[in-house]
């Protein structure tokens, strides 16, 4: 597709979130434990009309479905402000100073003083209804290979809570993600094209990272993506969390734009005809459909001229038209529609259908669609897909917030947030940064990963330096790497410790642990082989130290092994003299069967041994 002929328009917003202590307006612990909830709080959100006097319409669309939300406490990781039970205390100073670093990475200026904002959520995702954001940059640059992008604004925001499980009647949320720092990169809409906003997506994700105060790992970062053409309308999708597929994302999302646009203009504007048709419904022998009505539910149809066939027409990827409409109807909380350019008999409905369609005056080129669900919700969920289908006529795409789906293709959640969802904070204070706070950011700059993987290349070798760099323990591989062998720790800090955690607990591991490692390593008291045992007795709840001198007095002496050595060697003098340097191998299984040394030392003593033997 020649995207500029398209009239492409895109932007990403990238949201990471930090690796601080705390998090952002109260004490509580960042790091996330895997356990279970230790209470639990149940609320209902309502639309409010904010300070101008208007209500949200993407708020106003969640109310109408009155979902219950269920929040999981956990006493580790909440205190009384998740729940919304408290005032939020002030903002954390090492998730600001992170934002505002990252902020000078990409030349933004940093506003001289800094309110936190109220924004307003609507999906139950925080008990309050709103989240706490505030801007602490705006106006940066970024430079691709395939040209300058603005970074409009820089936020510095609270986490949301994490879903848990999700049903048409309630959603249960997790709040120990709640509050977590989140660092949001707004661009504006000059990327060009989907490879380049990919290269966008990257350039920042590792700026991001080059902080060193980044989370790794699923879910700790993701990108919103709004994306528009002409004759098109600005579409946000929202959570992707596939960087390297985001191209792929974007262009199926154009070409469900063109797609739509396309077949406007195929299309005559007709009038859509509906109506309650519950009484065609009464002696249905459908399942489905008697349950609702035997729950005081109603049935409601709708008739889409001149749309036989096009239902199942491909619009983009593997969607076709009908889930447009089926999205919507989902919206309003009912299961979906039924609709005759599928097979009704699979339903037993083709007489029902067959009723409703005499009564619509029915054409062989119309469509009737139909819902059934509790009342109040089968009669908003058919205006809502009469309101979207009156748009497929015109080729009007409508401003929304879409989901992305596995196969990259996207579906509708809600209306597109309008400016009345943002208001102020008024329970804290307006944070003054001042010129002399912001010179020595620029002074204390941490150099991009690209820069240290440069550096590191000479000194560990190409592949390790990738590795590293690309590692959530780079930092402590910059701590440790100036009094120890440097690429003993990168390959300790990336190899070792990756096929380790895989049976022990390796997080529980801290700074003073690898220290003592590296020093008993060091100082020859435990050897390569030794880690793995250190590591379990650690993990398991013994010290370090004491792990480590355990072994090392354990350990023969030189002395000791090359006793033991000479006495194999006498032993399988025979071996020895028929295959010579070759038996080496076998030899060793036996000499370490008989002390307790490292494999490295006993192999230079054995094979010194050998070696005078055969000569």
């Known amino acids: 597709m020649d995207y500029e002929e398209l009239g492409f328009k895109c932007g990403i917003e990238i949201h990471q979130q930090l690796n601080t202590e705390e998090k952002l307006f109260c004490n509580c612990p960042v790091e996330l434990e895997d356990e279970a909830a230790d209470a639990n709080v149940e609320r209902y959100l309502r639309a409010v009309a904010g300070e101008s006097g208007e209500k949200d319409e993407a708020a106003e669309q969640a109310a109408r479905r009155s979902q219950k939300f269920v929040y999981n406490y956990y006493s580790r990781n909440n205190c009384l402000v998740e729940i919304d039970e408290e005032p939020p205390h002030s903002m954390d100073e090492e998730a600001l100073e992170t934002a505002l670093t990252f902020a000078r990475m990409v030349d933004a200026n940093i506003p001289a003083e800094i309110q936190v904002m109220r924004k ?9 209804g709103f989240q706490r954001t505030a801007m602490v940059g705006l106006d940066g640059k970024l430079e691709t290979d395939s040209g300058k992008v603005t970074i409009d604004d820089i936020e510095l925001e609270e986490e949301s809570a994490g879903v848990h499980e999700r049903t048409q009647e ?69 959570g ?47 399942h489905i459909v008697s349950t609702v009505l035997e729950n005081d539910g109603a049935v409601y149809a709708l008739k889409l001229p ?12 593997e969607r076709y038209l009908a889930k447009e409409l089926v999205d919507y109807a989902k919206a309003e909380g009912v299961q979906g529609i039924l609709h005759t350019d599928e097979d009704l008999e699979n ?31 089968a009669k908003a969920a058919a205006q809502s897909v009469q309101k979207r289908a009156e748009m497929i006529y015109t080729g009007e795409i409508p401003e929304e917030t879409r989901a992305a789906e596995q196969n990259f293709t996207t579906s509708y959640s809600r209306p597109l947030p ?27 700059l941490p150099r991009t990963l690209e820069e ?19 590692s959530e323990r ?27 955690e895989k049976e022990y607990r390796v997080k529980s591991l801290g700074e003073q642990d690898f220290r003592a490692i590296f020093e008993g390593l060091k100082s020859e008291d435990i050897a390569k082989d030794d880690i793995e045992e250190v590591v379990e007795r650690v993990a398991s709840g013994e010290k370090t130290e004491e792990v480590i001198e355990d072994i090392a007095e354990k350990k023969a002496s030189e002395d000791d092994i090359r006793e033991a050595v000479r006495e194999v060697l006498d032993e399988k003098s025979d071996m020895v003299e028929e295959q010579g340097m070759h038996s080496q191998g076998a030899l060793m299984g036996v000499v370490m069967a008989r002390v307790e040394a490292s494999g490295d030392q006993v192999s230079e003593i054995l094979q010194k041994e050998l070696q005078e033997r055969v000569d």
């Open 474 to 500: 780079l930092g402590l591989f910059e701590k440790f790497k100036e009094n120890y062998d440097s690429k003993l720790v990168a390959n300790f800090f990336t190899n070792t410790l990756a096929q380790l």
């Open 240 to 286: 992707f969390q596939d960087v390297e597929n985001i191209d792929k994302l974007i262009e199926l999302e154009v070409r469900r734009q063109k797609n739509l646009i396309d077949l406007g203009k195929e299309l005559e504007k007709q009038e859509i005809v509906g109506d309650n048709v519950t009484h065609h419904f009464e002696d249905t022998d459908n």
């Open 306 to 317: 001149g749309l036989t066939g096009k239902m199942k027409q491909n619009i983009s990827g």
């Open 347 to 377: 339903y037993g409905l083709v007489e029902e259908f067959g009723k409703v369609a005499e009564d619509f005056r029915k054409e062989d080129e119309d469509v009737i669609a139909v819902i059934a669900a509790e009342e109040e919700k």
């Open 170 to 238: 309630e959603a249960v949320y997790d709040l120990n993600r709640l509050g977590v720092p989140l660092v949001e990169v707004g661009t504006d809409a000059s990327i060009k094209n989907p490879e380049h906003a990919r290269e966008v997506a990257e350039e920042i994700g590792m700026l991001l990272r080059s902080t060193g105060k980044a989370r790794r790992g699923l879910g700790t970062i993701r990108q919103d993506v709004n994306v528009s053409i002409d004759g098109g309308s600005r579409v946000e999708i929202k």
């Open 120 to 128: 307003m959520v609507v999906d139950g995702s925080n008990t309050s």
């Open 452 to 470: 240290r993987e440069k550096q590191y290349r000479e000194e560990i070798g190409g592949e390790l330096a990738s590795q590293i760099v690309g």
């Open 418 to 444: 309008g400016s009345a969802r943002m208001y102020p904070e008024t329970d804290i204070p307006s944070i003054r940064i001042e010129d002399e706070e912001v010179e020595e950011i620029d002074e204390n």
